[in-house]
C-alpha cells in the first residue's frame, strides 16, 4: 500500500465541510475552486500539466441537495462528519435558496450526489441537475416519483416477489368522486370486486399523504384509528366513524395482526441493515418516550429471509440510503411501506457503518476515474480471516457458547412431602403425568397454590385431628413466603414477578425415600408429591454489569474486533469513530452486514434470561433497557431439558451419589488415606486441598454453625439500634429479609438429632458470598471465617454432587446436558454443511478475494444456564475420552489446570470455536479445526493469591515473539483509544504492580492484578482510562485475556446502576484460557456422537421405567406453556438481480433460518433439532 493510500483515511483537523457562505447567501465555486476540489468536472479543458498536477490535492466532492431540515438533521451531520474523515472526500451542502431559486447551471458542482426528495423539495430541479452534471447518484432520483405513489411502490413490490399485505387500489376521478368500484357493508367493503372484512387499513394514494384508517369491526366495538404524522406524543385517535372516506383515492388492504410493534429497516446499499421495533402506532396512538423524550426504539435482529428482502428492496428502488416498515404477522414478514432516503436516529453504531458505506462506495467507484491513489479496503468483515497456530490464515466459521449466569441474590428453597387430594388435582390440571413432574411460575398458578395452603390450615385450625398430612410448619411457610413475597413493591429484593420464582411438583409413586437414618417420620405407602417451593435467586445489578461488559468483551474473539484501523490495513476512517475506539467493532459490523448468523438461547430462569440480554446488550452495543432485548432477542429454550434441569428430581445415580456424600461427611474425625480415595478418586487438586482446610466434616460443620448463630445475633442487635431502622442493604434487602435467610439456614443446616444436613451447604456459601461481597458495609464479625469454612465445604460437595468417579460424572452429566451436546454437534454440522451448498454456487470461487455474500456466514450460538448444566458439559469434555492425556501434552496441561480450579462461578465460559483452512483439500480433515476454550468466570474473595494459571488465549496463535502483526491477528492492541465511554473522570485505586504472565507475543493476554487490600477483595469501582506500561495497568475488569496495554471497561456514568444501592463493588472475570487448539471436526464430531449414543441409550432405559411409572395415569395432560413444533426451512439460493446503478456487490446468496426454539418431539434416544 502506498503512502498516500495508507493516509488516505485521516484528516480529522480539517473537516472539508462547506455550506455556502455567511448569511445564507451563497456563490457560485469558480473554475479555480473546482479544480483544487476536483480535478473532474469543467467546462474548458486546461492545459495538460494542470490536469496532471499534484494528485494529493485532487478531491471528490459530495454534494448534498436536499431540504435545509434534512440537511442539518442530526443524523445527516454526524455522518458528514464522519464522512469528511476520507482524506480525499470534501462534502459540498447545497443552500436550500439556490436549490429553490437559482437555475441548475448555477449549483455547485459535485462527483457524487446525495439527493432526496422531502416536502418542498424540487425534485424536477434536481434531476435536471443529475442530467446536466452526471455525477454518482447514492440514491436514484427518477425513482423517487415512484416512492411518493403508494400504488407504484406496491406495483414495484409485487414484481420482485416481495410479501406485502392482500390489497386493491381504489382510484376515483376528483370530478365524479362518486363514481367508482366500491360497495360498503356494516362489516367490510368491496373493492374492485376484492372483499376485505374488517378490519382492514385504508391508505391514501399519495406517500406523502399520513392520514392512514383502520377501520374495526362492529363486534369489538366499531369505530376507527386515525394515523397521522407524529404530534407531540400522539401518532393516532380513535374515531367511532366506521364508514369508509367517499372522497380520494385509497389503497384498501388486509389488517395484519402483528404482536404491537413495527420494525423499521434502513439499508445502506443492499449488503447492510440496521433494524429497530417501535411501538405501532395502531396500537394505543401513544409515542413511548424515554427520559430525554426520544421515541423508545428496540432492537431487533433480522431473520435471513428479511435480510434478503432489505436487499431486493435496496436494489429495486435503486436507494442506496433507503428506510422501509416490515409487519411481523403469522410467521411471514409483509412490507408495507418504503419511504426512501432515511436515516437511523441516535445510533452512533449506526452513523460510524453508514459513513464507512458510503465513503468506501465513492472511493471504490471514483478514485479510479480522478487517479486518486486508493487500493479498495480488504475489509475485516468481508472474511473473518485469523492466525492459525501453524502461522497460516484461517476463516472463523462458527463460535459456541455456554454461559453460566451472572451473581444473583441467594436462592431459597423450601421442600415438603404433601398427599391431600388438592395438590394432585392441581398436578393433574396443568399435566403433570405426562412426564412426572411440573413447574409453576404463572401468577395465576401461584395463586391456586396459596389457596391450597389457605384451605388446608383453615380445616388444621378448625379440625385438630382432621387428615391432613402436610405437616402444619412447612403450609404456614409455604402461606408466609407467597403472601410475603407477592405484597413486596417491584424494587424490593425477592419480588415476586414471576420471573425469580416457582412452585414444582414431582411424582413420587412410593413416596419420599428417606435420605438417611436420622429421618424420624417412618414411611406411608402410597404415592405423593414433593412439592418445591423456590425464591430469590435474582440477577443483581452487579451481575447485569458483568453480564453486558462480558458481552463487550467477546466481540474480541471475532475477526476485525481486535485491531485499530491501521493494523487491520482498513482504509477507512470510521474504525476510529465512536465505537471503534476499543475492541470489537469488527463484530458489530459483521453483524449488521447480515453476515454473522446470531442465536442466543436461555433457561427458563429470570437471572439467566436476563443475563443473556444483558450479555446482548453489551456484544452488539444495544442500548436501552433489557426487557425489551430479551423480548426480542432472547429465546426460551425450556423444553428437553436443552438449558433447563430439575435439580430436585435426581437420577438413581445421583441420589446414591449424594447418600455416599452424606455418609463421608458424617464422620467426627479427621480425613483419612480411604476418606480422600473415597471422596477424590480423580485426584483433583482443588478437592484435596479443600478435604486439608476441613479436616474434620463434623467438627467443621459445628464451627459453621456456631458461626451462623453469630451472625443471626449481630443481625438482631443491629435490628434493635434505632440507627438501623432504614437501614437499606444491596439490592434493597432490609435487615429483616437478611435475618430470616440466615435464621433458617440456622435451623435448617443442624437437624432435630443434632446431625448436619450437607445439602444445605451450597445454600450457606451462596449466602456468605453474597453478603461478604454485597453488604461488607455492615461489619458483621466473622464472615471472612465463615466464608473460607463454608467455601472449604462447598469445594467439595458442589462438584462431587455431580458424581464422584469419573463413570458417574458421565452418567449424571449425560442425564443433565445430553440435547445440549446434540444440539452442539448440530450447530457444528450446520456449518459444514452450509460451506458445502456453497461451494456449489459460483460465489465459492469469489470468496477467497474478500467479497461480501450474506450466503457466507459465521455461526455463533449462545447458551445460557445454569451451575449444573456448565458443571455437566465440563465433565463431559474431561471425562468423555475426547483425548488421552498420555499421548497428548497440551491436553494433560488443559485436564491439571481444570482440576484446580476450585468453584465454577458466576459468567463461566466453555466455548467452542470452528475454523475453515480454505487452502486444505476439502475432504482432507485438517480443512476444519476445532479450538476449545474456558473460563471459570468471576473471581471470588482471596482468589488472586490461588489462582491456577492457564496457558492464555490461544497461546500458540504467532511462533515470532517479536511484534509482528498479520492483518486480523490478535496482537498489538497498544494503537487502540480507550473508550470513550470511560473518559469520565476516573477514581484510580493504587495497587501493588503484578508479575507479568510469560506468554507469547501473540497471545491475548490479562494479567491478574494482584490485591494488597487486608480483605483481599478483587474488585474495582470504576476503570482507569489512562494509558500506562504493561508493567504498570490500572485496575479493570478482567474479562477476556487481552495484552496489558488494552484495557476496556463500561464505565458505571454510563449505566443506570451508577452508584446502584451503596458501594458494592464489581468483581473481575478471568479471562478464556485455551483448553485445546488443534482438534479436527473430525475428531470432535465422532466424541460427540458416542457420547450421544451411549447417553441416549441410557436415557431410553430410564424414560422406559418412568413410563411404566405412569401407567396408572395414562390420561391426556396439558402442557403448561405452549410449545410449537418448528418446522425446518430448506436453504435457498435465490441470487437478487445485478442493478446497474449499483455495482460494487456481487448477487446474494441467503440461508434462511428456521424457528426460534429447538425442537425433540419425543424423548427418545434419537434427539432431533432443527437447525438453528
Same mark, same amino acid.
Given at each position: 500500500?502506498?503512502?498516500?493510500?495508507?493516509?488516505?483515511?485521516?484528516?480529522?483537523?480539517?473537516?472539508?465541510?462547506?455550506?455556502?457562505?455567511?448569511?445564507?447567501?451563497?456563490?457560485?465555486?469558480? #473554475?479555480?475552486?473546482?479544480?483544487? /476540489?476536483?480535478?473532474?468536472?469543467?467546462?474548458?479543458?486546461?492545459?495538460?500539466?494542470?490536469?496532471?498536477?499534484?494528485?494529493?490535492?485532487?478531491?471528490?466532492?459530495?454534494?448534498?441537495?436536499?431540504?435545509?431540515?434534512?440537511?442539518?438533521?442530526?443524523?445527516?451531520?454526524?455522518?458528514?462528519?464522519?464522512?469528511?474523515?476520507?482524506?480525499?472526500?470534501?462534502?459540498?451542502?447545497?443552500?436550500?435558496?439556490?436549490?429553490?431559486?437559482?437555475?441548475?447551471?448555477? +449549483?455547485?458542482?459535485?462527483?457524487?450526489? /446525495?439527493?432526496?426528495?422531502?416536502?418542498?423539495?424540487?425534485?424536477?430541479?434536481?434531476?435536471?441537475?443529475?442530467?446536466?452534471?452526471?455525477?454518482?447518484?447514492?440514491?436514484?432520483?427518477?425513482?423517487?416519483?415512484?416512492?411518493?405513489?403508494?400504488?407504484?411502490?406496491?406495483?414495484?413490490?409485487?414484481?420482485?416477489?416481495?410479501?406485502?399485505?392482500?390489497?386493491?387500489?381504489?382510484?376515483?376521478?376528483?370530478?365524479?368522486?362518486?363514481?367508482?368500484?366500491?360497495?360498503?357493508?356494516? #362489516?367490510?367493503?368491496?373493492?374492485?370486486?376484492?372483499?376485505?372484512?374488517?378490519?382492514?387499513?385504508?391508505?391514501?394514494?399519495?406517500?406523502?399523504?399520513?392520514?392512514?384508517?383502520?377501520?374495526?369491526?362492529?363486534?369489538?366495538?366499531?369505530?376507527?384509528?386515525?394515523?397521522?404524522?407524529?404530534?407531540?406524543?400522539?401518532?393516532?385517535?380513535?374515531?367511532?366513524?366506521?364508514?369508509?372516506?367517499?372522497?380520494?383515492?385509497?389503497?384498501?388492504?388486509?389488517?395484519?395482526?402483528?404482536?404491537?410493534?413495527?420494525?423499521?429497516?434502513?439499508?445502506?446499499?443492499?449488503?447492510?441493515?440496521?433494524?429497530?421495533?417501535?411501538?405501532?402506532?395502531?396500537?394505543?396512538?401513544?409515542?413511548?418516550?424515554?427520559?430525554?423524550?426520544?421515541?423508545?426504539?428496540?432492537?431487533?435482529?433480522?431473520?435471513?429471509?428479511?435480510?434478503?428482502?432489505?436487499?431486493?428492496?435496496?436494489?429495486?428502488?435503486?436507494?442506496?440510503?433507503?428506510?422501509?416498515?416490515?409487519?411481523?404477522?403469522?410467521?411471514?414478514?409483509?412490507?408495507?411501506?418504503?419511504?426512501?432516503?432515511?436515516?437511523?436516529?441516535? $445510533?452512533?453504531?449506526?452513523?460510524?457503518?453508514?459513513?464507512?458505506?458510503?465513503?468506501?462506495?465513492?472511493?471504490?467507484?471514483?478514485?479510479?476515474?480522478?487517479?486518486?491513489?486508493?487500493?479498495?479496503?480488504?475489509?475485516?468483515?468481508?472474511?473473518?480471516?485469523?492466525?492459525?497456530?501453524?502461522?497460516?490464515?484461517?476463516?472463523?466459521?462458527?463460535?459456541?457458547?455456554?454461559?453460566?449466569?451472572?451473581?444473583?441474590?441467594?436462592?431459597?428453597?423450601?421442600?415438603?412431602?404433601?398427599?391431600?387430594?388438592?395438590?394432585?388435582?392441581?398436578?393433574?390440571?396443568?399435566?403433570?403425568?405426562?412426564?412426572?413432574?411440573?413447574?409453576?411460575?404463572?401468577?395465576?398458578?401461584?395463586?391456586?397454590?396459596?389457596?391450597?395452603?389457605?384451605?388446608?390450615?383453615?380445616?388444621?385450625?378448625?379440625?385438630?385431628?382432621?387428615?391432613? &398430612?402436610?405437616?402444619?410448619?412447612?403450609?404456614?411457610?409455604?402461606?408466609?413466603?407467597? &403472601?410475603?413475597?407477592?405484597?413486596?413493591?417491584?424494587?424490593?429484593?425477592?419480588?415476586?414477578?414471576?420471573?425469580?420464582?416457582?412452585?414444582?411438583?414431582?411424582?413420587?409413586?412410593?413416596?419420599?425415600?428417606?435420605?438417611?437414618?436420622?429421618?424420624?417420620?417412618?414411611?406411608?405407602?402410597?404415592?405423593?408429591?414433593?412439592?418445591?417451593?423456590? +425464591?430469590?435467586?435474582?440477577?443483581?445489578?452487579?451481575?447485569?454489569?458483568?453480564?453486558?461488559?462480558?458481552?463487550?468483551?467477546?466481540?474480541?474473539?471475532?475477526?476485525?474486533?481486535?485491531?485499530?484501523?491501521?493494523?487491520?490495513?482498513?482504509?477507512?476512517?470510521?474504525?476510529?469513530?465512536?465505537?471503534?475506539?476499543?475492541?470489537?467493532?469488527?463484530?458489530?459490523?459483521?453483524?449488521?452486514?447480515?453476515?454473522?448468523?446470531?442465536?442466543?438461547?436461555?433457561?427458563?430462569?429470570?437471572?439467566?434470561?436476563?443475563?443473556?440480554?444483558?450479555?446482548?446488550?453489551?456484544?452488539?452495543?444495544?442500548?436501552?433497557?433489557?426487557?425489551?432485548?430479551?423480548?426480542?432477542?432472547?429465546?426460551?429454550?425450556?423444553?428437553?431439558?436443552?438449558?433447563?434441569?430439575?435439580?430436585?428430581?435426581?437420577?438413581?445415580?445421583?441420589?446414591?451419589?449424594?447418600?455416599?456424600?452424606?455418609?463421608?461427611?458424617?464422620?467426627?474425625?479427621?480425613?483419612?488415606?480411604?476418606?480422600?480415595?473415597?471422596?477424590?478418586?480423580?485426584?483433583?487438586?482443588?478437592?484435596?486441598?479443600?478435604?486439608?482446610?476441613?479436616?474434620?466434616?463434623?467438627?467443621?460443620?459445628?464451627?459453621?454453625?456456631?458461626?451462623?448463630?453469630?451472625?443471626?445475633?449481630?443481625?438482631?442487635?443491629?435490628?434493635?439500634?434505632?440507627?438501623?431502622?432504614?437501614?437499606?442493604?444491596?439490592?434493597?434487602?432490609?435487615?429483616?429479609?437478611?435475618?430470616?435467610?440466615?435464621?433458617?439456614?440456622?435451623?435448617?443446616?443442624?437437624?432435630?438429632?443434632?446431625?448436619?444436613?450437607?445439602?444445605?451447604?451450597?445454600?450457606?456459601?451462596?449466602?456468605?458470598?453474597?453478603?461478604?461481597?454485597?453488604?461488607?458495609?455492615?461489619?458483621?464479625?466473622?464472615?471472612?471465617?465463615?466464608?473460607?469454612?463454608?467455601?472449604?465445604?462447598?469445594?467439595? /460437595?458442589?462438584?462431587?454432587?455431580?458424581?464422584?468417579?469419573?463413570?458417574?460424572?458421565?452418567?449424571?452429566?449425560?442425564?443433565?446436558?445430553?440435547?445440549?451436546?446434540?444440539?452442539?454437534?448440530?450447530?457444528?454440522?450446520?456449518?459444514?454443511?452450509?460451506?458445502?451448498?456453497?461451494?456449489?454456487?459460483?460465489? +465459492?470461487?469469489?470468496?477467497?478475494?474478500?467479497?461480501?455474500?450474506?450466503?457466507?456466514?459465521?455461526?455463533?450460538?449462545?447458551?445460557?444456564?445454569?451451575?449444573?448444566?456448565?458443571?455437566?458439559?465440563?465433565?463431559?469434555?474431561?471425562?468423555?475420552?475426547?483425548?488421552?492425556?498420555?499421548?497428548?501434552?497440551?491436553?494433560?496441561?488443559?485436564?491439571?489446570?481444570?482440576?484446580?480450579?476450585?468453584?465454577?462461578?458466576?459468567?463461566?465460559?466453555?466455548?467452542?470455536?470452528?475454523?475453515?483452512?480454505?487452502?486444505?483439500?476439502?475432504?482432507?480433515?485438517?480443512?476444519?479445526?476445532?479450538?476449545?476454550?474456558?473460563?471459570?468466570?468471576?473471581?471470588?474473595?482471596?482468589?488472586?493469591?490461588?489462582?491456577?494459571?492457564?496457558?492464555?488465549?490461544?497461546?500458540?496463535?504467532?511462533?515470532?515473539?517479536?511484534?509482528?502483526?498479520?492483518?486480523?491477528?490478535?496482537?498489538?492492541?497498544?494503537?487502540?483509544?480507550?473508550?470513550?465511554?470511560?473518559?469520565?473522570?476516573?477514581?484510580? /485505586?493504587?495497587?501493588?504492580?503484578?508479575?507479568?504472565?510469560?506468554?507469547?507475543?501473540?497471545?491475548?493476554?490479562?494479567?491478574?492484578?494482584?490485591?494488597?487490600?487486608?480483605?483481599?477483595?478483587?474488585?474495582?469501582?470504576?476503570?482507569?482510562?489512562?494509558?500506562?506500561?504493561?508493567?504498570?495497568?490500572?485496575?479493570?475488569?478482567?474479562?477476556?485475556?487481552?495484552?496489558?496495554?488494552?484495557?476496556?471497561?463500561?464505565?458505571?456514568?454510563?449505566?443506570?446502576?451508577?452508584?446502584?444501592?451503596?458501594?458494592?463493588?464489581?468483581?473481575?472475570?478471568?479471562?478464556?484460557?485455551?483448553?485445546?487448539?488443534?482438534?479436527?471436526?473430525?475428531?470432535?464430531?465422532?466424541?460427540?456422537?458416542?457420547?450421544?449414543?451411549?447417553?441416549?441409550?441410557?436415557?431410553?432405559?430410564?424414560?422406559?421405567?418412568?413410563?411404566?411409572?405412569?401407567?396408572?395415569? $395414562?390420561?391426556?395432560?396439558?402442557?403448561?406453556?405452549?410449545?410449537?413444533?418448528?418446522?425446518?426451512?430448506?436453504?435457498?439460493?435465490?441470487?437478487?438481480?445485478?442493478?446497474?446503478?449499483?455495482?460494487?456487490?456481487?448477487?446474494?446468496?441467503?440461508?434462511?433460518?428456521?424457528?426460534?426454539?429447538?425442537?425433540?418431539?419425543?424423548?427418545?434416544?434419537?434427539?432431533?433439532?432443527?437447525?438453528?
Amino acid at each position: 500500500m502506498s503512502k498516500s493510500s495508507g493516509q488516505g483515511m485521516f484528516n480529522s483537523e480539517l473537516p472539508q465541510f462547506l455550506i455556502g457562505s455567511e448569511g445564507g447567501e451563497s456563490r457560485e465555486l469558480d #473554475d479555480t475552486d473546482m479544480r483544487k /476540489i476536483s480535478g473532474h468536472y469543467g467546462e474548458e479543458e486546461e492545459e495538460e500539466e494542470e490536469e496532471d498536477e499534484d494528485q494529493s490535492e485532487r478531491q471528490i466532492v459530495v454534494g448534498i441537495c436536499s431540504m435545509m431540515k434534512k440537511s442539518k438533521s442530526k443524523p445527516m451531520t454526524e455522518i458528514l462528519e464522519r464522512l469528511c474523515k476520507f482524506e480525499y472526500i470534501t462534502v459540498v451542502i447545497f443552500p436550500e435558496e439556490v436549490i429553490l431559486n437559482e437555475p441548475v447551471e448555477k +449549483w455547485p458542482l459535485c462527483d457524487c450526489l /446525495i439527493s432526496f426528495h422531502s416536502k418542498g423539495f424540487a425534485l424536477d430541479k434536481a434531476v435536471s441537475y443529475s442530467k446536466l452534471r452526471n455525477p454518482l447518484l447514492i440514491n436514484d432520483l427518477d425513482m423517487q416519483y415512484f416512492i411518493q405513489d403508494r400504488r407504484e411502490v406496491y406495483r414495484i413490490l409485487q414484481e420482485e416477489g416481495i410479501d406485502l399485505p392482500r390489497y386493491a387500489v381504489l382510484n376515483r376521478d376528483p370530478d365524479r368522486p362518486e363514481e367508482c368500484n366500491l360497495v360498503e357493508s356494516e #362489516d367490510h367493503v368491496e373493492v374492485n370486486g376484492e372483499v376485505f372484512h374488517k378490519p382492514f387499513v385504508e391508505k391514501p394514494v399519495s406517500a406523502e399523504d399520513h392520514n392512514v384508517y383502520i377501520y374495526y369491526p362492529t363486534s369489538a366495538g366499531g369505530g376507527s384509528q386515525r394515523l397521522f404524522r407524529k404530534i407531540g406524543s400522539r401518532s393516532s385517535v380513535y374515531s367511532p366513524e366506521s364508514t369508509v372516506r367517499k372522497t380520494g383515492s385509497y389503497i384498501y388492504e388486509e389488517f395484519m395482526p402483528t404482536d404491537g410493534t413495527d420494525v423499521k429497516v434502513y439499508t445502506v446499499g443492499p449488503d447492510y441493515a440496521h433494524a429497530e421495533a417501535r411501538k405501532s402506532p395502531a396500537l394505543d396512538g401513544k409515542v413511548e418516550r424515554d427520559s430525554e423524550g426520544k421515541e423508545i426504539r428496540y432492537p431487533v435482529m433480522l431473520t435471513a429471509m428479511e435480510k434478503l428482502v432489505a436487499r431486493k428492496v435496496c436494489l429495486a428502488f435503486k436507494q442506496t440510503v433507503c428506510g422501509f416498515d416490515l409487519l411481523r404477522a403469522n410467521g411471514h414478514s409483509f412490507v408495507c411501506d418504503v419511504n426512501g432516503f432515511s436515516f437511523v436516529k441516535n $445510533s452512533m453504531k449506526y452513523y460510524d457503518d453508514c459513513a464507512k458505506v458510503l465513503g468506501n462506495m465513492v472511493m471504490r467507484e471514483l478514485a479510479p476515474q480522478l487517479h486518486i491513489p486508493w487500493s479498495i479496503p480488504m475489509e475485516a468483515e468481508d472474511i473473518p480471516i485469523v492466525p492459525t497456530t501453524s502461522g497460516t490464515m484461517m476463516e472463523l466459521r462458527c463460535v459456541i457458547a455456554v454461559i453460566r449466569h451472572g451473581d444473583r441474590t441467594p436462592k431459597q428453597k423450601m421442600k415438603m412431602e404433601v398427599r391431600n387430594a388438592l395438590f394432585f388435582e392441581l398436578f393433574e390440571k396443568y399435566g403433570g403425568y405426562k412426564s412426572g413432574k411440573l413447574k409453576l411460575k404463572k401468577p395465576k398458578q401461584l395463586q391456586e397454590v396459596l389457596d391450597i395452603a389457605r384451605q388446608l390450615l383453615a380445616e388444621l385450625v378448625l379440625h385438630n385431628d382432621c387428615e391432613i &398430612e402436610e405437616k402444619k410448619s412447612k403450609l404456614e411457610q409455604l402461606k408466609t413466603v407467597l &403472601e410475603m413475597e407477592s405484597s413486596l413493591n417491584d424494587n424490593q429484593y425477592g419480588h415476586f414477578s414471576g420471573i425469580n420464582r416457582k412452585v414444582q411438583l414431582t411424582y413420587l409413586p412410593n413416596g419420599q425415600p428417606k435420605a438417611s437414618s436420622e429421618e424420624e417420620d417412618a414411611l406411608k405407602e402410597g404415592p405423593s408429591l414433593l412439592l418445591v417451593l423456590k +425464591w430469590g435467586g435474582e440477577l443483581t445489578p452487579a451481575g447485569r454489569v458483568q453480564a453486558e461488559e462480558l458481552g463487550r468483551a467477546f466481540r474480541c474473539m471475532y475477526p476485525g474486533g481486535q485491531d485499530s484501523c491501521r493494523s487491520l490495513g482498513c482504509e477507512s476512517p470510521i474504525d476510529c469513530g465512536d465505537y471503534a475506539g476499543f475492541p470489537g467493532c469488527g463484530l458489530l459490523r459483521l453483524h449488521s452486514t447480515y453476515r454473522h448468523d446470531l442465536k442466543i438461547y436461555a433457561s427458563d430462569e429470570g437471572r439467566v434470561q436476563m443475563t443473556a440480554a444483558a450479555f446482548a446488550k453489551g456484544l452488539l452495543a444495544l442500548e436501552g433497557e433489557l426487557t425489551p432485548i430479551l423480548v426480542q432477542m432472547v429465546k426460551s429454550a425450556n423444553m428437553n431439558g436443552l438449558l433447563d434441569s430439575d435439580s430436585d428430581s435426581l437420577t438413581d445415580c445421583q441420589q446414591r451419589v449424594k447418600a455416599r456424600l452424606h455418609e463421608i461427611m458424617q464422620k467426627n474425625k479427621d480425613f483419612n488415606e480411604e476418606d480422600y480415595s473415597k471422596l477424590a478418586p480423580t485426584g483433583s487438586p482443588s478437592l484435596v486441598n479443600s478435604m486439608g482446610v476441613i479436616f474434620n466434616p463434623v467438627s467443621t460443620c459445628d464451627r459453621v454453625h456456631t458461626l451462623i448463630k453469630s451472625l443471626t445475633c449481630q443481625i438482631c442487635k443491629r435490628l434493635e439500634d434505632p440507627k438501623s431502622a432504614d437501614l437499606q442493604l444491596y439490592h434493597s434487602e432490609t435487615l429483616e429479609l437478611m435475618l430470616q435467610r440466615w435464621s433458617k439456614l440456622e435451623r435448617d443446616f443442624r437437624m432435630k438429632n443434632g446431625r448436619y444436613d450437607i445439602s444445605k451447604i451450597p445454600d450457606i456459601y451462596d449466602c456468605v458470598k453474597y453478603d461478604t461481597q454485597h453488604n461488607s458495609s455492615l461489619g458483621l464479625e466473622d464472615t471472612l471465617e465463615l466464608f473460607r469454612l463454608s467455601r472449604a465445604l462447598a469445594d467439595i /460437595i458442589i462438584p462431587q454432587e455431580y458424581g464422584i468417579t469419573k463413570a458417574e460424572k458421565l452418567d449424571i452429566a449425560s442425564a443433565y446436558c445430553l440435547p445440549l451436546v446434540k444440539k452442539i454437534q448440530l450447530d457444528l454440522q450446520r456449518t459444514h454443511e452450509d460451506e458445502a451448498v456453497n461451494k456449489l454456487h459460483p460465489l +465459492w470461487f469469489r470468496y477467497s478475494r474478500g467479497v461480501m455474500s450474506p450466503g457466507r456466514h459465521v455461526r455463533t450460538r449462545l447458551y445460557f444456564t445454569s451451575e449444573s448444566h456448565v458443571h455437566s458439559l465440563l465433565n463431559i469434555f474431561r471425562y468423555g475420552g475426547l483425548l488421552d492425556e498420555l499421548k497428548d501434552e497440551q491436553w494433560k496441561q488443559a485436564m491439571d489446570y481444570l482440576s484446580a480450579v476450585t468453584e465454577l462461578n458466576y459468567m463461566t465460559q466453555i466455548v467452542i470455536m470452528l475454523y475453515e483452512d480454505n487452502n486444505k483439500d476439502p475432504s482432507s480433515e485438517e480443512r476444519f479445526h476445532v479450538e476449545l476454550h474456558f473460563s471459570p468466570g468471576v473471581k471470588g474473595c482471596k482468589d488472586e493469591e490461588n489462582a491456577p494459571m492457564g496457558f492464555g488465549f490461544r497461546p500458540a496463535s504467532s511462533e515470532n515473539h517479536e511484534m509482528q502483526t498479520d492483518p486480523g491477528s490478535l496482537e498489538d492492541l497498544s494503537q487502540d483509544e480507550p473508550d470513550r465511554a470511560a473518559l469520565t473522570e476516573p477514581i484510580s /485505586i493504587q495497587r501493588k504492580s503484578p508479575l507479568i504472565r510469560g506468554r507469547k507475543a501473540g497471545s491475548m493476554e490479562a494479567l491478574s492484578e494482584s490485591n494488597t487490600s487486608s480483605r483481599g477483595l478483587a474488585y474495582r469501582i470504576f476503570p482507569s482510562t489512562s494509558r500506562q506500561s504493561p508493567e504498570i495497568k490500572p485496575s479493570g475488569l478482567e474479562l477476556l485475556s487481552m495484552p496489558a496495554v488494552k484495557r476496556f471497561s463500561v464505565s458505571y456514568a454510563r449505566h443506570p446502576t451508577n452508584g446502584f444501592e451503596g458501594c458494592s463493588l464489581v468483581p473481575s472475570i478471568y479471562p478464556l484460557e485455551t483448553l485445546h487448539n488443534s482438534l479436527s471436526l473430525k475428531q470432535v464430531d465422532e466424541f460427540l456422537t458416542t457420547l450421544c449414543k451411549n447417553g441416549s441409550e441410557t436415557q431410553f432405559k430410564r424414560l422406559k421405567s418412568l413410563s411404566a411409572m405412569f401407567e396408572s395415569h $395414562s390420561q391426556p395432560s396439558i402442557d403448561v406453556d405452549n410449545q410449537e413444533t418448528p418446522i425446518s426451512t430448506p436453504v435457498q439460493n435465490q441470487p437478487a438481480s445485478q442493478s446497474l446503478w449499483y455495482t460494487s456487490s456481487p448477487p446474494s446468496t441467503v440461508s434462511s433460518s428456521g424457528p426460534s426454539s429447538p425442537s425433540v418431539p419425543e424423548p427418545s434416544s434419537n434427539f432431533r433439532f432443527n437447525s438453528e
